[in-house]
């Protein structure tokens, strides 16, 4: 089998309300699939996270080197894209163009030996994963602090025990938020807060001090992804576990955090940090450092796949016991027109649990229409 054409969708749909995290307004959702064909009538496919345009002109750069060559050697793949580009593709667009590849080569290997990619690499450890709720922004009218509360609760309606509030919007703001949202949901949901690199650790260990009497799950991402000695500060400083990752890329940048016991939660994309193929070494290097991983999400259906997918052969946070600690998939709950158009059956929770799709590959099946229907001017 052979690889005979590797191409890069641009996808793009306008949302009905913009909606904000700490660092940007946002009112549009784009993705970047990439598609892999073979000569012998297999296609893959896979999804990068990140600039979709910037991304799918390293894939189409990449592409040249690909065709022709076994797509069941993913081993062998990563590494050369990796070593053609490490003097200037360590970190970042390289690296999330190479992701999106190795996904859509571990599709085409599932769907070659007529099994799901978690039974190649090994698994499953799982059948379902629990899901957390990833939403609560910030729109442009209305109170947070009343918005926030009733779309908290809407979760725990539909059996979410576990959601992810927006937070980086002003030490006080936040307060008032992680309040409203606590109390919306009781004690018995989990609640994390993301701030989205929007403090320095001066600012995030204030505001870590005032929140902790919320019981928060973990503080994500409080300073930039560059200033290690202030995630060091802040995870010092506070009771709350310290989460981040999701803008780190490949094992060697892991075990820099790693290596620094920077993180009590390390949080690679699978779309971005380097694939399946790589992630699930970080996830194993963390098991190592007595660091939790949980993968970091946000893109469409296929993304969602994939992380399933490597979620199924992750190791329970804590050692087998009769109670166990068990990586949660992020489940993005903001509006995304391509999420679920993208696959002919989408990915759903039930009682707040998502079943690991067990057909070949990634296990999913893209919709054409949608592609096409949502495809970037
Ligand atoms: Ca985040």
Known sequence: ???????????????????????????????????????????????????????????????????????????????????GQRGHGRKGVVIDALSGIDIALWDIKGKHFGLPA????????????????????????????????????????????AIKLKI??????????TRAVRRAIGDDVTLMVD??????????????????????????EPVVPEDLAGYLAVKAA???????????????????????HALDIVQPDVCGAGGLTECKKIADMALAFGVRCNPH??????????SLQLLAVLAPHTPPALTVAEPMLEFDRTEHPIRRAVLTQPIEHAGGFVRVPDGPGLGIEVDRGALARFAAQ
Request: hydrophobic letters at 45%.
């Open 1 to 83: 089998m052979k690889i005979t054409s590797v191409h890069a969708h641009v996808l793009e749909a306008a949302l009905s309300q913009p909606f904000a995290n700490s660092l940007a307004w946002k009112d549009t959702r784009t993705a970047l699939i990439v598609e892999i064909e073979t000569d012998d009538g297999l296609t893959g496919w896979g999804e990068s996270y990140g600039p979709a345009r910037m991304i799918a002109a390293a894939v189409k750069a990449i592409a040249p080197s690909l065709i022709g060559r076994d797509p069941l050697s993913t081993e062998l793949l990563w590494q050369e894209i990796y070593s």
């Open 118 to 161: 978690y039974r190649l690499m090994g698994g499953p450890l799982r059948t379902t994963v629990q899901a957390y709720a990833t939403g609560l922004y910030r729109f442009k009218s209305g109170d947070p602090v009343a918005y926030l509360a009733d779309e908290a609760a809407g979760y725990v309606a539909e059996g979410f025990k």
């Open 168 to 177: 980086g919007f002003g030490i006080e703001a936040d307060v008032r938020a």
């Open 195 to 220: 701030a989205n690199q929007a403090y320095d650790a001066v600012a995030a260990i204030r505001l870590g001090h005032m929140i902790e009497e919320y019981d928060i799950g973990w503080f994500e």
């Open 238 to 260: 506070l009771t709350i576990p310290v989460a981040g990752g999701e803008c780190e890329f490949t094992r060697f940048g892991f075990r820099d955090l790693l290596v620094a």
């Open 297 to 306: 999400i946000w893109g469409t259906g296929i993304a969602m796949a994939a």
